[in-house]
């Protein structure tokens, strides 16, 4: 929790009719000027981003594989140490969330965490490889000019009837076109 002056604040809510504050040496983590915090997993460690207002962004490793007690079990108790900081130009005061993932694995393949999808499991090399090449081996490319045929003005309407209440033109995806750019 970003908790202003006190810093980042470590609570353990394995029992929520019951959360505990975890203390830990705030030399590591000298924070004085919390606004906000965003979490992030990278390989085996866990780290915090925080938005120390007058001190800047900074980065605090919670948990670190060979470092942390217990770091390979189900909930390792986090030890919070700054390992790096941005000075900004104004009071630091949020942090945007990083990609949402719900499972993670360690360096060598292994699940270590599932965030909120119980028996979810990460996407192996051939199931990635097709979120990000078509068929023939080509790279999948976003931009932001979508093909004439796929062009708001140029897409067919259809009415799909849904039951009672479907207005004409009502389409199951929520009214729009599925067309790929800016409209």
């Known amino acids: ?6 810093g980042l604040v470590v609570v353990d809510v394995g029992r929520p009719e019951h ?8 030399a590591d983590a000298p924070l004085d000027d919390a606004y906000d915090v965003s979490v992030a997993a990278t390989n085996a460690s866990f780290f915090a981003y925080v938005a120390d207002g007058k001190n800047g962004l900074r980065v605090v490793r919670l948990v670190e594989a060979g470092e942390t007690p217990g ?26 969330r990083g990609q949402v993932r719900d499972r993670f694995e360690d360096e060598s ?9 119980i028996g979810a499991r990460t996407f192996n090399l051939e ?3 097709r979120f990000m090449f078509y068929p023939n081996g080509q790279t999948l490319r ?5 093909p004439a045929a796929l062009r708001h003005e140029n897409v067919k309407r259809e009415t799909v009837v849904r039951g009672e209440g479907a207005a004409p033109n009502d389409r199951a995806g929520g009214g729009k076109p599925a067309a790929a750019g800016r409209q």
């Open 19 to 26: 959360p505990a504050r975890l203390e830990y040496n705030r």
């Open 127 to 129: 199931e990635i490889r």
């Open 71 to 96: 770091h390979q079990g189900f909930s390792p108790r986090p030890a919070p140490k700054v390992i790096a900081t941005y000075p900004t130009s104004g009071v630091a005061v949020a942090v945007n």
């Open 1 to 6: 929790i970003a908790a202003g002056k006190q």
């Open 142 to 146: 976003v931009t932001d000019d979508a």
């Open 109 to 117: 393949g292994g699940q270590m965490v599932v965030s909120n999808r």
